[in-house]
């Protein structure tokens, strides 16, 4: 794939070590994984290495242990509780340093203050908060006293909040007065106050003093954080929960318009997640790392807290956009804190590429020793990029495939065993215990440079317990279309050598800047406006982002198609959705192409939005529809060029 000679390319030498820990991890998984479990600190050992009821899994059944005992407790009985922990930056340029013996006091406060509100083992927590130190100490709070954090990105709408905090039941909800993006504050309390109103299950609410900027607190519901908070740290036990506890609820996107709140556990999510960060970051305690996502999503969950934190490196917190006030704002802070594991996006990349190296030039950057990428596919040329101006021609790039679903990595190089040669664009191998393929749509393995669908064979210590509250949908979701196998709804290749190539989502998921939203979520979103009968979305290739969101929309009888419509419904997807929603194009059409069924034919819109052929549609689809598909296909082709 490429000419490039790597420095670290060991593509003539045996990787037999890497080969060798695979081979016995996938012979004796039970063997394998209880030696790596064993490295954890458990309060009482478990019964059993696996119970595979397909499709529960239970890992390390009968195992007592806890998060925040793993990530906290455990260094402070060490050196490392002087060394640090946390390196806080907020957009303005504020800082805090946390070391482990602060990080401990801290969560010990906010679980007290948690136990204060009434908040117990089980009770469902919802934090809906910047990127500000006390998110990660409240998860770990949280996590302590036994009591499931759900997560929800600061950059849902009210709408969403709600919908999410609904379905998880939450009893206790954190925020901040607001937070800051591109030097503005954004006003998340009055986002909070509005999605109140739909959530009955909430009792009170926490807010955290962040933006100074106005509120409205309601008495008896909400409480400044400073007012609930003891001055003493009293010390709070670690709740010993039961391996399968629930440690936290996530929600994304499916193929519906209902998100999924998928379900980890405790015991092989932190297993997973700790020997993963070992062998794909070569993590170790002395390792300055900065994972650049938010911790809404999955990835802030491993590689901001649970993994890093687990092992006792110092990891870096930027609440921030990252070209703000200047594009070299993240390799300022690379130089600054001395940052010596990166991992970001290939959005992210793309997107510095665009503003060039003179921002690179600047800083020293030499303190880099490994770089990571996650979320999406990668273009060799934004690998080679990363790999040649971030990473000074020193620095394997880690290209690590993962689910919010598998709760850890799955596919990466993993040069804390032994790296085996890297390729530009490829994730190269599955990690030691998982067993992935590429197979056809029966299920059979495809041979080399075939594309398929990616499944994994095997369960694996972080897959997910379930989606909340909907044992079916999880079953029909993951585990029916091949049964006993896990379907991951991606497409991949694999060459000769074994190596995956990762191609996008298989279903009717986008992934837009890394992140991942259904089209039917966004079409619901469309259709709740008074104007639109009926909308129908798919991907655009974008240079930048991936992908963008193109709508289809039909209005009602009576309604003009203006251009203060386009901009309203936009404006409408933003509002019920986030603006993860902005739509790029919007078009205007008489009719959808659809099958018999009433299914849309996606692939012809998708060849609108692309501006490519329509391909071959007799053999697909419903026969009695092609010619109708055709002539609506170019009918919208028309719409495209008067665009
Ligand atoms: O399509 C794959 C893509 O991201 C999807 C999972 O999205 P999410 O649950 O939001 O988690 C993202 C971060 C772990 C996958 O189904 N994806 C993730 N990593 C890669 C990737 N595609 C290609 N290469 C990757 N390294």
């Given at each position: 794939m490429?000419?490039?000679?790597?420095?670290f390319?060991?593509?003539?030498l045996?990787?037999?070590?890497f080969?060798?820990?695979y081979?016995?991890?996938i012979?004796q998984?039970?063997?394998?994984?209880?030696e790596?479990?064993?490295?954890?600190?458990?309060f009482?050992?478990w019964?059993?290495?696996?119970?595979?009821?397909?499709?529960?899994?239970?890992?390390?059944a009968?195992g007592?242990?806890?998060?925040?005992?793993?990530?906290?407790?455990?260094?402070i009985?060490h050196?490392r509780?002087?060394?640090?922990?946390?390196?806080?930056e907020?957009?303005?340029g504020d800082?805090?340093v946390l070391?482990y013996s602060?990080?401990?006091?801290?969560?010990?406060?906010?679980?007290?203050?948690?136990?204060n509100?009434g908040?117990?083992?089980?009770?469902?927590?919802?934090?809906y908060?910047?990127?500000?130190?006390?998110?990660?100490?409240?998860?770990l709070?949280?996590?302590?006293?036994?009591a499931?954090?759900t997560?929800?990105?600061?950059?849902?709408?009210?709408?969403?909040?709600a919908?999410r905090?609904?379905?998880?039941?939450?009893?206790?909800l954190?925020?901040?007065?607001?937070?800051?993006r591109?030097?503005?504050?954004?006003?998340?309390k009055?986002?909070?106050?509005?999605a109140?109103t739909?959530?009955p299950t909430?009792?009170?609410?926490?807010?955290?003093r962040?933006?100074?900027?106005?509120?409205?607190?309601?008495?008896?519901?909400?409480?400044w954080l400073?007012?609930?908070?003891?001055?003493?740290?009293?010390?709070?036990?670690?709740?010993p929960?039961?391996?399968?506890?629930p440690?936290?609820i996530?929600?994304?996107?499916?193929?519906?318009?209902k998100?999924k709140?998928?379900?980890h556990?405790?015991?092989?999510y932190?297993?997973h997640?700790?020997?993963?960060?070992?062998w794909?970051f070569?993590?170790?305690?002395?390792?300055?790392?900065?994972?650049?996502?938010?911790?809404?999503?999955?990835?802030g969950?491993?590689?901001?807290?649970?993994?890093?934190?687990?092992?006792g490196?110092?990891?870096?917190l930027y609440?921030g956009?990252?070209?703000?006030?200047n594009?070299?704002?993240?390799?300022?802070i690379i130089?600054?804190?001395?940052v010596?594991i990166f991992?970001t996006?290939?959005?992210a990349i793309?997107?510095?590429m665009?503003?060039?190296?003179k921002?690179?030039?600047?800083?020293?950057?030499?303190s880099l020793e490994?770089?990571?990428?996650?979320?999406?596919?990668?273009?060799?040329?934004a690998?080679?990029?990363?790999?040649?101006?971030?990473?000074?021609?020193?620095?394997?790039?880690?290209?690590?495939?993962w689910?919010?679903?598998?709760g850890?990595?799955?596919?990466?190089?993993?040069?804390?065993?032994?790296?085996?040669?890297?390729?530009?664009?490829?994730?190269?191998?599955?990690l030691?215990?998982?067993?992935?393929?590429v197979?056809?749509?029966?299920g059979?393995?495809?041979?080399?440079?075939?594309?398929g669908?990616?499944?994994?064979?095997?369960p694996?210590?972080?897959?997910?317990?379930?989606?909340?509250?909907?044992?079916e949908?999880?079953?029909?979701?993951y585990?029916s279309r091949?049964?006993g196998?896990?379907?991951t709804?991606?497409y991949?290749?694999?060459?000769?050598?074994g190596?995956?190539?990762?191609?996008g989502r298989?279903?009717?998921?986008?992934?837009i800047?890394?992140?991942?939203?259904?089209?039917?979520e966004?079409?619901?979103a469309?259709?709740s406006?008074a104007?639109?009968a009926?909308a129908?979305?798919?991907?655009?290739?974008?240079?930048?982002?991936?992908?963008?969101?193109?709508?289809?929309?039909?209005?009602?009888?009576?309604?003009?198609?203006?251009?203060d419509?386009k901009q309203?419904?936009i404006?409408?997807m933003?509002?019920?959705?986030g603006?993860?929603?902005t739509?790029?194009?919007?078009?205007?059409v008489?009719?959808?192409?659809?099958?018999r069924?009433?299914?849309?034919?996606?692939r012809?819109?998708k060849?609108?939005?692309?501006n490519?052929?329509?391909?071959d549609?007799?053999?697909?689809?419903?026969?009695?529809?092609?010619?109708?598909?055709?002539?609506?296909y170019q009918?919208?082709k028309?719409?495209?060029?008067?665009?």
């Amino acid at each position: 794939m490429s000419d490039l000679s790597l420095p670290f390319d060991t593509r003539y030498l045996p990787v037999k070590k890497f080969h060798h820990e695979y081979r016995r991890s996938i012979e004796q998984p039970e063997e394998f994984w209880a030696e790596q479990a064993r490295q954890l600190d458990w309060f009482r050992p478990w019964d059993k290495v696996l119970e595979w009821d397909p499709p529960f899994a239970h890992w390390f059944a009968g195992g007592l242990l806890n998060a925040s005992h793993i990530c906290v407790d455990r260094h402070i009985k060490h050196w490392r509780r002087s060394k640090v922990a946390i390196y806080w930056e907020g957009e303005p340029g504020d800082t805090k340093v946390l070391s482990y013996s602060t990080l401990y006091n801290e969560v010990n406060r906010f679980a007290a203050m948690l136990r204060n509100r009434g908040i117990g083992k089980g009770d469902r927590v919802a934090l809906y908060l910047p990127m500000l130190p006390e998110l990660p100490i409240i998860m770990l709070a949280c996590a302590r006293i036994g009591a499931p954090h759900t997560v929800i990105f600061s950059g849902f709408s009210a709408q969403a909040l709600a919908d999410r905090v609904n379905d998880v039941g939450a009893k206790l909800l954190v925020t901040a007065d607001g937070g800051y993006r591109r030097g503005k504050t954004i006003p998340l309390k009055t986002v909070v106050d509005e999605a109140l109103t739909m959530c009955p299950t909430v009792e009170s609410t926490i807010v955290v003093r962040r933006a100074n900027i106005p509120v409205s607190m309601k008495p008896s519901r909400d409480f400044w954080l400073d007012d609930l908070l003891e001055q003493e740290a009293p010390y709070i036990a670690p709740e010993p929960v039961e391996s399968n506890h629930p440690l936290y609820i996530l929600y994304t996107s499916g193929t519906t318009g209902k998100p999924k709140g998928i379900v980890h556990s405790t015991g092989g999510y932190m297993v997973h997640n700790y020997c993963t960060y070992k062998w794909a970051f070569d993590i170790r305690e002395e390792s300055v790392y900065w994972c650049s996502a938010d911790v809404g999503w999955v990835t802030g969950h491993s590689s901001i807290v649970y993994a890093p934190l687990a092992h006792g490196a110092a990891i870096v917190l930027y609440e921030g956009a990252p070209d703000y006030p200047n594009v070299d704002r993240w390799w300022h802070i690379i130089d600054k804190y001395g940052v010596t594991i990166f991992y970001t996006s290939p959005t992210a990349i793309r997107m510095f590429m665009g503003y060039g190296e003179k921002w690179l030039a600047k800083h020293d950057l030499s303190s880099l020793e490994l770089l990571g990428s996650v979320g999406e596919p990668i273009n060799p040329e934004a690998w080679v990029w990363f790999y040649r101006h971030v990473g000074g021609e020193r620095c394997p790039i880690v290209d690590t495939w993962w689910q919010t679903e598998t709760g850890g990595i799955m596919i990466s190089p993993a040069p804390g065993i032994e790296c085996v040669p890297l390729k530009p664009g490829s994730a190269t191998l599955p990690l030691p215990g998982v067993d992935a393929d590429v197979v056809d749509e029966s299920g059979n393995p495809v041979p080399p440079e075939t594309r398929g669908l990616l499944v994994i064979k095997k369960p694996w210590p972080g897959m997910l317990l379930g989606i909340h509250g909907n044992p079916e949908r999880y079953q029909q979701a993951y585990w029916s279309r091949f049964p006993g196998i896990y379907y991951t709804g991606d497409y991949a290749v694999k060459d000769r050598d074994g190596y995956f190539w990762m191609l996008g989502r298989a279903d009717e998921v986008l992934k837009i800047a890394g992140h991942r939203i259904g089209t039917a979520e966004l079409e619901d979103a469309a259709i709740s406006h008074a104007e639109v009968a009926e909308a129908a979305v798919v991907g655009k290739s974008d240079p930048v982002k991936g992908e963008s969101i193109v709508i289809f929309v039909r209005i009602k009888e009576g309604s003009s198609p203006t251009q203060d419509l386009k901009q309203a419904i936009i404006k409408h997807m933003r509002q019920v959705v986030g603006p993860i929603a902005t739509p790029d194009a919007v078009y205007f059409v008489t009719r959808l192409p659809k099958t018999r069924s009433g299914k849309i034919v996606r692939r012809v819109l998708k060849a609108v939005a692309e501006n490519t052929p329509i391909g071959d549609v007799s053999t697909l689809e419903d026969e009695a529809v092609v010619e109708e598909i055709i002539k609506i296909y170019q009918e919208l082709k028309q719409v495209q060029e008067v665009k």
